[in-house]
Every structure is written in structure tokens, then in C-alpha cells.
Nanobody, 122 residues
Framework: VQLQACGGGLVQAGGSLRLSCAPSIRFGFYAWGWFHQGPGKEREFVAA????????YYADSVKGRSTMSRDAAKDTAYLQMDSLKPEDTGVYYC?????????????????WGQGTLVTVSS
């Protein structure tokens, strides 16, 4: 299974971007997640959504500024990021979890996309 993440780019502080992620094939899964890896930093949880109930979870760093959603018909997950800050710069990875063991952690995800780069200028 491959996950295709896209939507990154260069944006000024205060701007917005919408990231999207779609799988190469349809398959059963429990949740989608987005993770952020800043320059020289560890990959960190940003947001997650359960596919059936569309229940969302957010890191404190993006709460109120980001919205995760999914389009079941298109089998695609989205991350709308608003009021972007320079510290949001980095690579954003989407991932898929097959169960609900730990969807707030990297270890909870079985499949990962290649990442899309977001650069926020001050």
C-alpha cells in the first residue's frame, strides 16, 4: 500500500494550506494520521481522524488552527492548516492505522506516505 500526500508548498506566516492523502488501493483501516517533522527534529503527531466515526484528535500545537477531515467516497484524508507559523515548517507525513491501539503515536501506524514539504516564511 502506498500513500500519496500532496498539498505542501511555500506560504507566508498567517497563510493557509490544505494537505491531502490518498492510498494507492482501497483497504480496510481504522484511522488516518498526520505527523510533522521539523528541521532536525523528531516526527511528531499533528492530527488523526477515525474513518468510520470521523472522530478527530489534534496536537496542542495545532489545535484551533487545523482541521482534519476525510472524504469517504474519494478515500482521501485532508488536513486544513490555517494561521500558519514559521515553526510549522517541515515535512508532513500521512499514515494509516489498521486498529485503534495508539493513533496518537507513530507506532500506531502501519503505512506511511512519502511526505510533503511545508515552508512557512516569516
Amino acid at each position: 500500500v502506498q500513500l500519496q500526500a500532496c498539498g505542501g508548498g511555500l506560504v507566508q506566516a498567517g497563510g493557509s494550506l490544505r494537505l491531502s492523502c490518498a492510498p494507492s488501493i482501497r483497504f480496510g483501516f481504522y484511522a488516518w494520521g498526520w505527523f510533522h517533522q521539523g528541521p532536525g527534529k523528531e516526527r511528531e503527531f499533528v492530527a488523526a481522524i477515525t474513518w468510520r466515526a470521523a472522530k478527530t484528535y489534534y496536537a496542542d500545537s495545532v489545535k484551533g488552527r487545523s482541521t482534519m477531515s476525510r472524504d469517504a467516497a474519494k478515500d482521501t484524508a485532508y488536513l486544513q492548516m490555517d494561521s500558519l507559523k514559521p515553526e510549522d515548517t517541515g515535512v508532513y507525513y500521512c499514515a494509516v492505522a489498521l486498529n485503534n491501539d495508539a493513533i496518537l503515536l507513530k507506532s500506531g501506524y502501519e503505512y506511511w506516505g512519502q511526505g510533503t514539504l511545508v515552508t512557512v516564511s516569516s
